[in-house]
Nanobody, 129 residues
Framework: QVQFVESGGGLVQPGGSLRLSCLVSGLLADYSAIGWFRQAPGKEREGITCTNSPYGTTYYTDSVKGRFTISRDNAKNTVWLQMNDLKPEDTGVYYC??????????????????????WGEGTQVTVSS
């Protein structure tokens, strides 16, 4: 079974940066659409960014636009989330997610569970002074 393992989380001060990684034990190339989801304390998990390789489309939720960047390298079987200018409201558990079939990037982020094939276990990000 293919596993997705996130790393790179931790405690960071407001305004700081973190780079999350998601290493896939199988072939990342088998997954057309990938994304990062976040579950803040006391809230439901939400899709914050998703990207669909075949069409080259990427979605960012408004709260992270201009600050977060998703990327992937199939040769390294790795997905990244670069997070800059972090804010306390970015605190939460971050999950990488993937779907084998092509999907509209925004739809993947908004529909979440119902369209995702694989999830990572999550990594904690805490933004606090």
């Amino acid at each position: 079974q293919v596993q997705f393992v996130e790393s790179g989380g931790g405690l960071v001060q407001p305004g700081g940066s973190l780079r999350l990684s998601c290493l896939v034990s199988g072939l990342l190339a088998d997954y057309s659409a990938i994304g990062w989801f976040r579950q803040a304390p006391g809230k439901e998990r939400e899709g914050i960014t998703c990207t669909n390789s075949p069409y080259g489309t990427t979605y960012y939720t408004d709260s992270v636009k201009g600050r977060f960047t998703i990327s992937r390298d199939n040769a390294k079987n790795t997905v990244w989330l670069q997070m800059n200018d972090l804010k306390p409201e970015d605190t939460g558990v971050y999950y990488c997610a993937a779907r084998r079939e092509s999907a509209n990037a925004e739809a993947m982020c908004l529909l979440g569970e119902s369209v995702i094939d694989s999830w990572g276990e999550g990594t904690q990000v805490t933004v606090s002074s």
